[in-house]
C-alpha cells in the first residue's frame, strides 16, 4: 500500500478526482458588461492581469512563485479573486477538487488591457517591490510592444 492510497478511495476502480481535469469555455456575459460598468482594478491587479495575459504566468504556480520572488507574500490569489469577480480572467482549466489549473483573460480583460491599463503606475508599483528586477523587463518589453502595436 502506498502512502497515497487513500486519494482512491475504498474502491480501486474508483479515479481520484485530483486526476480529472476539466477544461471550461470561456464565460457568457450579458450585452450590458462593458468596460464602463467596471470598477477600475488596483495596480496590482492590472499587474496580474497583464502577467496572466502576456506571460506564461497563468497558472498558479508560475504566478505564485514569480509573485513572491518579487515581492513576498505575492498574494497572487487575492487579485485572481478580484479579477475574476471583475469578470477580466476565468478559470480555463480546473481539476475535479473546482481548483484552477490554469487562468485565462475574457475578452472584457483584453479590451481592459488594450485600452485602459495604467502603464506608468503599473512601473512605479514594480518598483516599489523588494525584488522588482524579476519580472521588470518582462513587463517593460510587454509595454513597448503593446504600445507600438497600437
Known amino acids: 500500500m502506498g502512502i ?12 481520484n478526482k485530483a486526476n480529472i481535469v476539466t477544461s471550461c469555455p470561456p464565460p457568457e456575459f450579458e450585452d ?8 477600475t482594478p488596483s495596480i496590482r491587479d492590472q499587474l496580474v492581469l497583464l502577467l496572466i495575459a502576456k506571460t506564461g504566468m497563468n497558472n498558479p504556480r508560475n504566478l505564485g512563485l514569480r509573485l ?22 476565468y478559470f480555463s482549466i480546473i481539476n475535479g477538487f473546482g481548483h484552477p489549473i490554469q487562468y485565462a483573460v475574457t475578452n ?12 506608468d503606475a503599473v512601473i512605479d508599483h514594480i518598483k516599489q517591490m523588494q525584488n522588482p528586477d524579476v519580472i521588470l523587463d518582462s513587463v517593460l518589453a510587454i509595454f513597448k510592444k503593446t504600445r507600438s502595436e497600437l
Not at 492510497?5 to 479515479?15: A, M, P, T, V
Not at 513572491?68 to 471583475?86: A, H, I, T, Y
Not at 472584457?108 to 502603464?119: P, Q, T
Open 32 to 39: 450590458k458588461c462593458s468596460l464602463a460598468d467596471l470598477n
Open 4 to 15: 497515497f492510497d487513500f486519494l482512491k478511495g475504498k474502491n480501486s476502480g474508483n479515479e
Open 108 to 119: 472584457l480583460g483584453e479590451e481592459f488591457l488594450k485600452s485602459h491599463i495604467a502603464y
Open 68 to 89: 513572491d520572488r518579487c515581492d513576498f507574500p505575492g498574494n497572487e490569489g487575492k487579485s485572481v479573486s478580484n479579477l475574476v469577480d471583475s469578470k477580466l480572467v
